[in-house]
Structures are given as C-alpha cells and as structure tokens.
C-alpha cells in the first residue's frame, strides 16, 4: 500500500488563488520531505527539502515567497502555491522516505495536477 | 552540481531484453535510483545501487560501476504494461537524501 499519501489529486482554480497541497508519510516519521515540480514530458526538478521544525531549504531559482512549506510535524509537510498564475500549473510532487529504518528508498505521492485559468 | 544523462527514448518488442544507461557527475554520491513513471502516475520505485555490481529484483535488474560513474537499468521479457519513463536519479549526501533526477528515458514496448 501507499506509504506516502498526497492531497488533492487534482486542482483547477482562477489565477490569483492560493492553493495548499499536503504531503503525509504513513506508518513513519519523517524529518525530511521534498517537493518535486514536473512539466509534462519533463524530469521531476526538486523544488525544496522541507524539514520539520525549521525551515525549508530550496533550490536554486525557486521563489520561497510564492511556494510555502511548511513542515509542522514529523508525518506532515504543505506547499502553498500562492497567488498562482498560468504558469504555475504543473504537476506536484511530494516525496518522503523512512530514515528510521537504514537504507530505505524515497516513496513519492500520487502528486497533484495543478491547473491554474 | 549534479547532472545525469540517459536516452530520451527507446523502442523494443514484447518479449526483448532493454538497458537503459544512465552516466552521471556530481559532487557527493550517495547511491543511484530508477524509477518508473506511467504517464499522469507518480514515479514508483525499481531499484536501488549504493555499491558496484548488479542488483536482481525480477524481470529488473540495475547495475552500478561507480568508477565509470555509470549505471543501467536492464529489463527483461518485456511487457506491454512496461511502457513508460525510466528515470534515473542521484543520491546525494545529507538533508535526508535528496534525489536528483535525470531526463528520463522514454520505453515504448510494441506488439
């Protein structure tokens, strides 16, 4: 079964909304989280590490005051798109893996379409 | 930094034996990952290399020479169900792991 879940699959909203994604480890805590952003036909290109109780490390060229995380528990990480336009619509992807267990894999959400009018 | 390359795409029949090849460069290695990804799904996990030599997992087998800094992915009796994107992706040190991914590699698998 999923051992990360990913909330809502699918968003359409007008341009101006701010729209939050959440990310959930089941069955594990995680103190690191990492968001993922895809174009179609693209790679995934990570976007931030989330890290519980502190704040977010993010990749170089991505805005911190448009996609805010937060990371408020061990099991629980949001992304906030903020004020999204056109060009924010993507795929999101959210992924966590077990570092309580030795030599685990990431596991990725089912991610979240995001479609901005 | 960390980059990694692998073929855009690749074509095979049902029933064939595919590798895809991944060469990367980065800064801190800390293992490489392949992942599959049908198209509007999330990537799931195939396998995983920290040391040289080939891990078995089924019809999928990956292989890691990290003096080459290079890896495959190698898939046999091919299946209809296995077309999809192949990524390959960086482990790197620290802040609990982060993956780097390659371009992905697109597998067509034809009657």
């Known amino acids: 079964g999923a051992v990360v879940s990913q909330h809502p699959s699918r968003v359409i909203c007008k341009s101006g909304t701010s729209v939050k994604i959440e990310c959930r480890s089941l069955?594990?805590?995680?103190?690191?989280m990492f968001w993922y952003r895809q174009f179609p036909k693209q790679s995934l290109m990570l976007m931030a590490t989330s890290n519980e109780g502190s704040k977010a490390t993010y990749e170089q060229g991505v805005e911190k005051d448009k996609f805010l995380i937060n990371h408020a528990s061990l099991t629980l990480s949001t992304l906030t798109v903020t004020s999204a336009h056109p060009e924010d619509s993507s795929f999101y992807i959210c992924?966590?893996?077990?570092?309580?267990?030795?030599?685990?894999?990431?596991?990725f959400g089912d991610g979240t379409r995001l479609s901005i009018l | 930094g960390q980059s990694l390359e692998q073929p855009s795409e690749v074509t095979a029949v049902e029933g064939a034996i595919v590798q895809i090849n991944c060469t990367y460069q980065t800064s801190g290695f800390y293992g490489l990952s392949w992942y599959q990804q049908h198209d509007g799904g999330a990537p799931t996990f195939l396998s995983y290399?920290?040391?040289?030599g080939l891990e078995e997992t089924g019809r999928f087998s990956s292989f890691l020479s990290r003096s080459d800094s290079y890896g495959y992915l190698l898939l046999q009796e091919l299946q209809m169900k296995d077309s999809a994107s192949y990524f390959c992706a960086v482990r790197g040190h620290g802040q609990g792991g982060k993956l780097i991914f390659g371009q992905g590699t697109e597998l067509s698998v034809k009657p």
């Open positions: 290399n920290a040391l040289d």
């Open positions: 069955d594990f805590q995680a103190t690191t």
């Open positions: 992924s966590a893996r077990n570092q309580g267990r030795g030599n685990q894999p990431q596991h």
